[in-house]
């Protein structure tokens, strides 16, 4: 089992230690550094920036995206579900990333008269495969591997629904690495050398915050009626399923990227579809075509069951 201390190391210790390097040569090469520094190039420099702010804001960055991994991780770890060692090698990669730009940054301009001199940029590739690396050491030390996908069996859950009774469930799932990885990635891309202007990131970060309050949350519910899915903040998109197109239901366990990944899936081979916003616990529906429908929401046992139930007193209604 993770252990919280190795949680604190692996999102905490590892990039804020990147970050401490960084700010300690940003400090100790200050009267090295014209200023402002160069922070954009095309063939050479083609943007300038302050210092001082350059370093706020990089060093900025880089804390919240740590701060939220850690709270983020400490939470699943404290309810049970530590996060899987994926998710925590991109968030601790992501919040190392800063780092890396700053330093990329401070190297191209040290020792130059002014920022038009600065070298160029590309040194940010060895500097952003140090921050894949500490991503990669910071998974095996404090993730767990991804459950593999357990099959369902024969037996069929049931939450003892008897005739004439009625019941409503509903079960919803939040990914809140979503959240600010997709807010923050579109700024931190600006600052990467050669990367976006400063406005483009700004207007990628609008899209960014679209596309997740649409995606990030996700719930089912089921009733009389069917089974009703929908992603996001306002419910959009959803799907609803007749019981009448519905041969079974049960839970499984999904791992993070299996089945396509996160978002809405589709693989045209299985016919499965899946809609996720995080591996673990999911209510899985076989259809009557043949087709499987994944849903990764919480407490999939209660939903299958009574999915199972409701499909038993329709059939008894029409025997």
């Known amino acids: 089992m993770i252990k919280p201390i190795r949680v604190l190391i692996a999102t905490a210790v590892l990039p804020g ?5 960084a700010a300690l040569l940003e400090h100790a090469w200050a009267h090295r550094l014209p200023d402002p ?26 804390v919240v995206a740590v701060l939220l991994l850690t709270t983020t ?10 996060l899987p060692r994926p998710t925590v090698g991109v968030g601790a990669g992501f919040a190392a990333m800063p780092a890396a730009v700053l330093l990329t940054v401070l190297l191209a301009n040290l020792d130059v008269p002014d920022w ?11 500097f952003l495969l140090g921050a894949a690396v500490l991503g990669v050491v910071a998974a095996l030390v404090g993730g767990l591997p991804s459950p593999p996908v357990r099959a369902t069996t024969g037996e069929r859950p049931t939450v003892g629904l008897r005739p004439g009774e009625r019941a409503f469930w509903s079960g919803r799932a939040v990914n809140p690495g979503m959240l600010w990885a997709l807010a923050l990635i579109p700024v931190a891309i600006a600052l990467v050398p050669a990367g ?12 960014g915050l679209v596309v997740t309050a649409l995606t990030y949350r996700l719930s089912a519910s089921v009733d009389a009626k069917g089974v009703t899915i ?10 609803h399923l007749e019981l009448d197109s519905i041969r079974e239901a049960a839970a499984r366990e999904l791992s993070t990227f299996g089945d396509g990944g996160l978002g809405l899936r589709f693989n045209p081979v299985t016919g499965t579809t899946a809609y996720k916003v995080r591996g673990g616990p999911a209510l899985a529906l076989v ?8 849903v990764s929401v919480d407490d999939p046992e209660t939903g299958a069951g009574l999915v199972n139930d409701l499909l038993a007193q329709r059939i008894t209604r029409i025997d």
């Open 73 to 82: 991780a400490l939470t699943a770890l404290r309810r049970g579900r530590p």
């Open 116 to 126: 038009h001199a600065a070298r160029g940029g590309l040194t940010v590739v060895p």
């Open 287 to 294: 259809l009557e075509n043949g087709r499987t429908m994944l």
């Open 37 to 62: 520094v160069a922070t954009h190039w095309s063939s050479g420099p083609n943007g300038h920036t302050p210092l001082g702010a350059f370093t706020g804001v990089s060093l900025g960055l880089g």
């Open 17 to 21: 230690a990147a970050l401490a390097v």
């Open 230 to 239: 929908r992603f996001g903040l306002l419910g959009v998109p959803w799907r």
């Open 196 to 207: 976006l202007p400063w406005a483009t990131g700004a207007w990628v970060a609008v899209v």
